[in-house]
């Protein structure tokens, strides 16, 4: 029984120095604290007072209760501050995930358009057929670059997945923490009444509980704490980081797709260049053709106007000889204008015979000439339709050019930066 009362001393002594110094009742009305958690305190004290200044009357176990209230409320407020924080860092990066993922649909709708118009530009370059295709670079850089827009859409459309499953996870985290904040506010609201209990109104205020209340442990407690609060730090910097590799793959992707892109228009220029070029050569070729088959047409009628010329004089000399045959007996000698008349149509004979072959040559070349024009002709045709085919692919392909400017969501920091008294009244 002594060891019993000794105990009972020695916790009595314990809690009596770890009390505050108490003051009469009119010292302590009269000295009106200025914080909440002072005038919590203060309650407490007060209850403790109005028994008197003999402290010894008072349990020490309504002393301890009065203390272990106070300090379970300030925790419980410290948790609620924290949870408020950790609240407000989810919104910002709800926020911030939601303008990534308008960012990216944005992109998406972009290179699906863009997508569509490489295939067109495909189908273009095919029409030239298996002959315009043979060591075609522009089909080639076109088929690359339709490729890789396919394989950006692609990874745009696997990075939305994953953004919407980061904002559900960070909303279902919300939800949670929100309930917590709600749940640590009653229990503020809770835990002040108590402390500022009227114990005269007890037996009429609340009724007789009848029920069992489940009670959590405190480290079971403290740890849903913490570990709620972690979650939410996980999954804020996860999605954080998640968001700079996005911005870093996309920024990638587009210089790379804008290498591409710009190498297909240096290939299409090249090319439209040397399909002018050569249509300018086939042009000159063909004058020059032209101009030879104007020459051999003027050569051919001035050998056909000798041959007719000859054939005339040769014709005249022929006539002249029958007539000077024609003489009588022995006027018919060999004078001079016989023989002249004589050597005469054998020069013209012989200048017939040998304007002929020039006719023929001159008729061939002249056939030749036509035959190449017309080849220089089919050439030049196919030469224009491509050009035109080439000029129609590369303005389809410059119609529509990739948004440079598109703005990336470097930070995740909010719109607006409510103050503390806002935040805690919407969350309320």
């Not at 002249?366 to 129609?392: F, G, P, T, W, Y």
Request: glycine residues 2%; proline residues 3%.
């Amino acid at each position: 029984m002594w060891r019993h009362r000794a105990l009972e001393d020695q916790m009595r002594s314990e809690v009596r120095l770890s009390l505050p110094v108490l003051s009469s009742n009119r010292n302590l009305v009269s000295h009106r604290p200025q914080l909440q958690r002072n005038r919590l305190l203060k309650l407490g004290e007060e209850t403790i007072c109005s028994l008197g200044d003999d402290i010894s009357r008072i349990p020490s176990a309504t002393r301890s209760t009065m203390r272990h209230l106070s300090s379970r409320h300030t925790e419980v407020s410290q948790w609620r501050s924290q949870i408020s924080e950790s609240i407000a860092r989810v919104d910002r990066e709800i926020t911030a995930v939601e303008q990534m993922k308008d960012l990216a649909e944005g992109v998406l709708q972009e290179k699906q358009v863009y997508s569509q118009l490489m295939r067109d530009c495909v189908s273009i370059s095919n029409s030239l057929g298996s002959v315009g295709q043979r060591q075609d670079r522009v089909l080639s850089e076109l088929k690359n670059e339709e490729q890789l827009t396919g394989e950006f859409r692609e990874t745009l459309q696997r990075q939305i997945c994953f953004l919407l499953e980061k904002r559900g996870s960070l909303k279902g985290i919300r939800a949670q923490l929100l309930a917590d904040f709600r749940d640590k506010g009653e229990a503020i609201k809770l835990t002040t009444k108590c402390i500022v209990l009227d114990v005269n109104a007890l037996s009429s205020s609340f009724p007789a509980t009848h029920y069992k209340p489940n009670y959590v442990s405190y480290d079971n407690w403290l740890s849903h704490c913490r570990e709620l609060r972690q979650a939410a730090d996980n999954l804020i910097n996860g999605s954080s980081s998640f968001r700079g590799n996005l911005r870093f793959t996309l920024a990638n992707l587009k210089n790379t797709q804008e290498r591409q892109r710009r190498c297909t228009v240096d290939t299409q220029r090249k090319k439209i260049n040397d399909l002018t070029r050569a249509q300018d050569t086939l042009i000159w070729e063909r004058q020059q053709i032209r101009d030879e088959i104007s020459d051999l047409t003027t050569d051919r009628h001035k050998i056909a106007c000798q041959i007719q010329n000859c054939d005339s004089n040769l014709h005249r000399a022929t006539h002249r000889l029958d007539i000077l045959h024609q003489r009588p007996r022995r006027e018919l000698c060999l004078d001079q204008p016989l023989f002249s008349l004589t050597l005469e149509k054998r020069d013209l004979e012989s200048m017939a015979a040998g304007l002929c072959p020039i006719m023929r040559r001159s008729q061939r070349d002249l056939e030749v000439a036509h035959r190449h024009l017309m080849i220089l002709e089919d050439k030049l045709a196919k030469n224009v339709s491509h050009m035109e085919v080439e000029q129609r692919c590369q303005k389809l392909h410059q119609s529509f050019l990739p948004a440079l400017n598109t703005s990336v969501i470097l930070t995740n920091k909010p719109r607006f930066s409510p103050d503390s008294s806002s935040l805690l009244s919407y969350l309320q």
